[in-house]
């Protein structure tokens, strides 16, 4: 069936694409007022409950930081999550709220999950309901869910702050910058949705398992005869709704979001996806409104939409072309679908991937293992231009606005003027700050890769030979580096090997950025602004949007496209090779 033929799969898709566009200037709109004011001391309107929590911690809410204070205290909260998330595994077998008695995980997937979570990752190398105890779910990762998405909200906003100001030495107070985004922003939408989410069949107890018996018993490797199934269910619709508004993604399951309890129907199946994009897409208009200028919120939010539709269709068009040595044999001529719910259809799947990668989301309800090669490409191609599609909340902003510094950078060199954004003056200090936040994720996952191929605990892993075990190994370190954590799942990775070298590449993806953003939104904070003259570049028009849109495409194609003629781009041209001897044998060569 052609693409264009697929009448119900465009309906699906335009619905989305115009829920998004209306959802995300009212979000957008809400979060500016979250965050509106100069100070903090003005944002104590907004209760009774935040100022008793500030008394409370002991934080003096009036007082703002400097970029090195306000990054230590980032750090040191992140690092207090880390540590508690990791003991709270290691400690699971002792711990309450377990009706499964599930014993502690080993040391090297307590620190690879506590630093995936903790880094907004939620890059999973076990299965959930096998491995974590409901209270290990809950309070490790359904805490830290929440958490690490404030943190890149906290940042963005700091960063805003050091293009609105002039001459200020503060950016902040990222203690009060964390509280908001949690309480007032992801904690009510967060409850909201799971709500909705219990409503259409996505499961939320603290009981223990039932057990449904067998119509066929069965007979285990130890001889047992198997008459009962445990159902695993748990406090499931609480954490979906925060992994998908967090752009975290870590399922309660192993199947993730294709599992029929984590996301039941058509309908929760399309507000999960709408959750993942919601947040990244409304903090666009906040950007605009919190600098006073509109114009400047939406110019990056239609270059991220650019650089999200056009991936979208190649990849929906390569999964309903299929697999051509099937359609040749005249099998499965309706695209591929293996690895695809049959109540999500193809192009559902395929919206989900280029979503769930588009952020920093991952999770999946679909296998990307599964997809051709040239659809498992998109979603490669989505991390690898770092996250900025829309991205995570905060961070995929903050990294578009490193490529916007970029854009006006050249844009300024070709036109022999000290390049300005935002009324800023970009000189070295900003250039340097740039290229090691867009560059450190980037140079992780080649090097990583290179390390996996060159020795033997990362061949080890491999689920198939040739190109697509190339693939496997790229997009693992690809997922892991710019913090998204979905995967091709045919690659072993809960080993010692594997779990240390992806969380050293989680903390790289997530730091390596955070900090020059940090330290860039100080340096701005200091410089006076600047008023525009004839000879400044508008970055509202559509050409800034085009420059940009280019900028990013081209730094992603300079560093990876090697890469990718290596994985998936050979396997495609093998895959098409073979089909001349095949049709050749079966008769059906014109």
Not at 151 to 165: C, D, E, M
Not at 278 to 286: D, N
Request: proline share 5%.
């Amino acid at each position: 069936m052609s693409l264009f033929a697929d009448g119900w799969g465009w309906v699906q898709i335009g619905i989305y694409l115009a829920l998004l566009l209306s959802c995300a200037p009212l979000v957008g709109a809400g979060m500016a007022w979250v965050y509106q004011g100069s100070n903090a001391r003005e944002g104590l309107r907004l209760g009774w409950l935040e100022r008793h929590c500030y008394r409370g911690c002991g934080i003096d809410a009036g007082v703002e930081m400097g970029w090195r204070t306000y990054t230590w205290a980032i750090l040191l909260f992140n690092a207090l999550g880390l540590v508690v998330v990791a003991a709270l595994q290691l400690a699971q077998g002792w711990l309450p709220a377990n009706p499964e008695h599930m014993t502690a995980v080993p040391w090297h997937v307590a620190l690879n999950t506590a630093v995936s979570f903790v880094t907004n990752t939620d890059w999973q190398d076990y299965g959930g309901e096998t491995t974590m105890s409901y209270l290990v779910q809950a309070l490790a990762l359904g805490v830290q869910n929440f958490l690490s998405a404030a943190t890149g909200i906290a940042v963005l906003v700091a960063l805003v702050r050091g293009f609105a100001r002039s001459q200020c030495a503060t950016i902040g107070n990222a203690w009060v910058d964390l509280y908001r985004s949690t309480v007032h922003i992801l904690l009510p939408l967060s409850v909201v949705l799971a709500l909705v989410l219990v409503g259409q069949g996505v499961v939320q107890t603290w009981r223990a398992s039932p057990s449904a018996t067998l119509i066929q018993p069965l007979v285990g490797a130890d001889a047992v005869h198997i008459t009962e199934q445990p159902i695993a269910v748990g406090p499931v619709a609480s954490q979906i709704a925060i992994k998908q508004l967090g752009t975290n993604g870590g399922g309660f399951f192993n199947a993730n979001a294709a599992h029929p309890f984590e996301n039941p129907t058509p309908f929760s199946n399309l507000l999960e996806c709408l959750a993942i994009l919601a947040i990244p897409a409304g903090l666009c208009f906040t950007f605009g409104r919190l600098l006073g200028d509109r114009r400047q919120g939406l110019a990056l939010y239609l270059a991220m939409l650019l650089l999200f539709i056009i991936p979208l269709l190649v990849c929906w068009w390569a999964e309903d072309a299929g697999n051509p040595l099937l359609a040749h044999q005249g099998v499965a001529p309706g695209g591929n679908w293996e690895g695809k719910e049959l109540r999500f259809g193809i192009a559902n799947s395929a919206l989900w991937a280029t979503a769930t990668t588009a952020a920093s989301n991952g999770s999946v309800n679909a296998m990307h293992d599964s997809f051709t090669p040239l659809g498992g490409m998109v979603p490669l191609v989505m991390m690898m231009m770092g996250e900025v599609v829309f991205g995570g909340v905060g961070s995929g902003l903050y990294g578009m606005i490193l490529f916007a510094v970029i854009a006006v950078f050249v844009a300024g060199l070709m036109v022999g003027r000290t390049p300005e954004y935002l009324g800023k003056k970009i000189e070295a200090h900003e250039i340097k700050l740039t290229c090691l936040g867009l560059l450190a994720p980037h140079a992780m996952v080649l090097a990583g890769t290179a390390a996996c191929l060159m020795t033997a605990a990362g061949l080890a892993g491999l689920g198939n030979p040739g190109a697509h075990g190339f693939s496997e190994i790229l997009y693992a370190l690809t997922s892991a580096s710019n913090n998204n954590g979905s995967a091709f799942a045919g690659l072993t990775v809960n080993t010692v090997f594997y779990d240390v070298l992806l969380a050293v590449a989680m903390l790289i993806g997530r730091y390596a950025v955070l900090i020059p953003i940090l330290a860039m939104a100080g340096a701005l904070a200091r410089k006076p602004t600047m008023t525009a003259g004839a000879g400044t570049l508008p970055t509202h028009g559509p050409i800034f949007i085009l420059v940009l849109c280019g900028v990013v495409v081209l730094f992603g194609a300079l560093t990876f496209l090697p890469a990718l003629v290596l994985g998936p781009i050979v396997e495609h041209l093998q895959l098409q090779a073979a089909v001349v001897p095949a049709a050749l044998a079966h008769g059906s060569l014109p």
